[in-house]
């Protein structure tokens, strides 16, 4: 039996080989990128004349349009997909701590998205540890009526394998047992504020959110201890309906053109910086990536999609819209692969859902080593979150990216603050997202046979279990199992 196995495995590796020479194209694709890349100086031009690109936002509908002009001018056939939605927005925050009531001390704090449109809460701080289901069973009852002080990743000095939520699916835990707001201590140093959303559904939480630094917020637990501490939140935001658009530039297939690889990463970002990191240097390499197509005139047996989602930051609205889209046009089932662009920077490998794909992934990879020693090939199998890659991976459909990159700069302090500008970005580092990235489309759209498909519902359910899913899509209301 063993011998079958070997025979089955040696023929899959000359397979792999012999359905893919894709050398000659990936020094070519290596070549426009390194002498014509543009997406450096568009995301500047961007990120200087436009600003942020809240969705909903003036700057939001500038961004989408500058994006539809951009691959309009590479020669594109691009298209607005436009969407309705409740979005969210910040007005105005005040947040007072201390332990006399009649004497608070104003503290630098931001609102997290989906807070209430009015919120005015006086209470007492109870610390909440990592904000974990199991910080709260040890007393359940002291936390209701009370404001849940709560570290954003994981504390110093917690149990080894401790594991950490995304700070939505944190402020859920607190609203269910019972807390009447949520005041979150970023991990950053030097009082670094944090922006992005406290809601699993994308829509209103009953309770206000906020973030503190971290230095406010580890005296504050430190004050606790020893006195009661009591805090006055008062803050006003915009909720309700808006109007945003998904862009999308399409190359049609060959071959099999209603077989669909979508490249998608997201256009929108918070308000309280450009953006340029999260997600400029990914959408504005998915730009570069349909201009390098277009200049090469590359041609692809399946239709490959450049989408720019709107609506990430505040929910994936826009990747949960195309789905929508796609289910009532009748032609989700068209979509055999979609690939991932956020905050990616110069990528080592291949990443992807479906361990199934190493042979192809690392194959190609293999090819752009001879291009360029600084890609290691590199490969990983495995699923998160909080991406526009979700609503896809929710349907079955295999997703994947680049990986192994480090962010440029050492920005990641700086992932939705006031910091996050266009001085963090690398002008080669993100020449090399393009590139490899450019290169893994083509080869994904061009390979005889893509080894998987897109899963069933008991291969997902399976699937989603095996990467510890479970529990945070069960907190979001989106596990549809019993």
Same mark, same amino acid.
């Given at each position: 039996?063993?011998?079958?196995?070997?025979?089955?495995?040696?023929?899959?590796?000359?397979?792999?080989?012999?359905?893919?020479?894709? %050398?000659?194209?990936?020094?070519?694709?290596?070549?426009?990128?390194?002498?014509?890349?543009?997406?450096?100086?568009?995301?500047?031009?961007?990120?200087?004349?436009? %600003?942020?690109?809240? *969705?909903?936002?003036?700057?939001? @509908?500038?961004?989408?349009?500058?994006?539809?002009?951009?691959?309009?001018?590479?020669?594109?056939?691009?298209?607005?997909?436009?969407?309705?939605?409740?979005?969210?927005?910040?007005?105005?925050?005040?947040?007072?701590?201390?332990?006399?009531?009649?004497?608070?001390?104003?503290?630098?704090?931001?609102?997290?998205? &989906?807070?209430?449109?009015?919120?005015?809460?006086?209470?007492?701080?109870?610390?909440?540890?990592?904000?974990?289901?199991?910080?709260?069973?040890?007393?359940?009852?002291?936390?209701?009526?009370?404001?849940?002080?709560?570290?954003?990743?994981?504390?110093?000095?917690?149990?080894?394998?401790?594991?950490?939520?995304?700070?939505?699916?944190?402020?859920?835990?607190?609203?269910?047992?019972?807390?009447?707001? !949520?005041?979150?201590?970023?991990?950053?140093?030097?009082?670094?504020?944090?922006?992005?959303?406290?809601?699993?559904?994308?829509?209103?939480?009953?309770?206000?959110?906020?973030?503190?630094?971290?230095?406010?917020?580890? $005296?504050?637990?430190?004050?606790?201890?020893?006195?009661?501490?009591?805090?006055?939140?008062?803050?006003?935001?915009?909720?309700?309906?808006?109007?945003?658009?998904?862009?999308?530039?399409?190359?049609? %297939?060959?071959?099999?053109?209603?077989?669909?690889?979508?490249?998608?990463?997201?256009?929108?970002?918070?308000?309280?910086?450009? %953006?340029?990191?999260?997600?400029?240097?990914?959408?504005?390499?998915?730009?570069?990536?349909?201009? *390098?197509?277009?200049?090469?005139?590359?041609?692809?047996?399946?239709?490959?999609?450049?989408?720019?989602?709107?609506?990430?930051?505040?929910?994936?609205?826009?990747?949960?819209?195309?789905?929508?889209?796609?289910?009532?046009?009748?032609?989700?089932?068209?979509?055999?692969?979609?690939?991932?662009?956020?905050?990616?920077?110069?990528?080592?490998?291949?990443?992807?859902?479906?361990?199934?794909?190493?042979?192809?992934?690392?194959?190609?990879?293999?090819?752009?080593?001879?291009?360029?020693?600084?890609?290691?090939?590199?490969?990983?199998?495995?699923?998160?979150? &909080?991406?526009?890659?979700?609503?896809?991976?929710?349907?079955?459909?295999?997703?994947?990216?680049?990986?192994?990159?480090?962010?440029?700069?050492?920005?990641?302090?700086?992932?939705?603050?006031?910091?996050?500008?266009?001085?963090?970005?690398?002008?080669?580092?993100?020449?090399?997202? !393009?590139?490899?990235?450019?290169?893994?489309?083509? $080869?994904?759209?061009?390979?005889?046979?893509?080894?998987?498909?897109?899963?069933?519902?008991?291969?997902?359910?399976?699937?989603?279990?095996?990467?510890?899913?479970?529990?945070?899509?069960?907190? @979001?209301?989106?596990?549809?199992?019993?």
């Amino acid at each position: 039996m063993k011998y079958f196995f070997l025979a089955a495995l040696i023929c899959s590796v000359l397979f792999t080989n012999a359905q893919d020479q894709f %050398g000659d194209v990936f020094k070519k694709i290596n070549s426009d990128v390194q002498q014509n890349s543009k997406a450096y100086q568009t995301l500047k031009y961007e990120t200087e004349t436009i %600003g942020h690109r809240l *969705t909903g936002s003036e700057n939001g @509908a500038k961004a989408e349009q500058y994006a539809y002009d951009l691959l309009k001018s590479y020669g594109c056939e691009v298209k607005f997909q436009p969407f309705e939605v409740e979005s969210w927005a910040r007005k105005t925050i005040l947040v007072e701590i201390g332990a006399d009531k009649s004497n608070l001390a104003k503290m630098k704090a931001v609102t997290l998205a &989906h807070s209430p449109v009015n919120a005015k809460i006086t209470a007492e701080i109870v610390d909440a540890g990592n904000g974990m289901e199991a910080d709260y069973q040890v007393d359940p009852a002291k936390f209701k009526g009370k404001i849940a002080l709560i570290y954003l990743g994981v504390l110093p000095g917690s149990p080894a394998g401790t594991k950490s939520l995304h700070r939505s699916e944190k402020t859920a835990i607190a609203t269910k047992y019972g807390a009447t707001g !949520v005041i979150i201590i970023n991990t950053v140093k030097n009082s670094v504020l944090l922006t992005g959303t406290a809601s699993v559904t994308g829509k209103l939480i009953p309770i206000p959110a906020v973030c503190i630094g971290l230095e406010d917020g580890m $005296a504050l637990k430190e004050k606790i201890k020893s006195q009661p501490q009591t805090a006055h939140i008062v803050m006003t935001n915009f909720s309700g309906l808006i109007k945003a658009r998904n862009v999308v530039a399409t190359f049609r %297939g060959t071959e099999i053109p209603k077989d669909k690889i979508v490249v998608g990463g997201h256009l929108d970002s918070w308000d309280l910086a450009t %953006g340029a990191i999260d997600n400029g240097i990914g959408s504005f390499a998915i730009m570069d990536m349909a201009r *390098t197509f277009k200049k090469l005139n590359l041609k692809t047996k399946r239709t490959v999609e450049f989408v720019l989602f709107m609506g990430e930051e505040q929910g994936l609205l826009g990747s949960r819209a195309y789905i929508d889209q796609a289910k009532k046009d009748k032609n989700l089932d068209q979509v055999k692969f979609m690939l991932n662009y956020d905050m990616t920077n110069d990528p080592k490998g291949f990443s992807t859902s479906r361990a199934e794909m190493k042979a192809l992934f690392t194959s190609w990879g293999a090819e752009i080593v001879k291009i360029d020693t600084g890609f290691k090939n590199l490969f990983n199998a495995g699923a998160g979150l &909080h991406s526009d890659h979700q609503p896809f991976m929710l349907e079955g459909i295999p997703t994947g990216g680049g990986f192994g990159g480090k962010l440029p700069n050492n920005s990641g302090p700086f992932y939705h603050s006031d910091g996050d500008s266009f001085q963090l970005v690398d002008e080669q580092e993100l020449k090399n997202t !393009v590139r490899y990235s450019a290169m893994l489309t083509y $080869a994904l759209a061009n390979t005889p046979k893509i080894p998987v498909g897109v899963q069933s519902e008991e291969e997902l359910k399976t699937f989603l279990e095996s990467q510890n899913l479970k529990e945070p899509l069960t907190i @979001a209301g989106e596990w549809r199992w019993k």
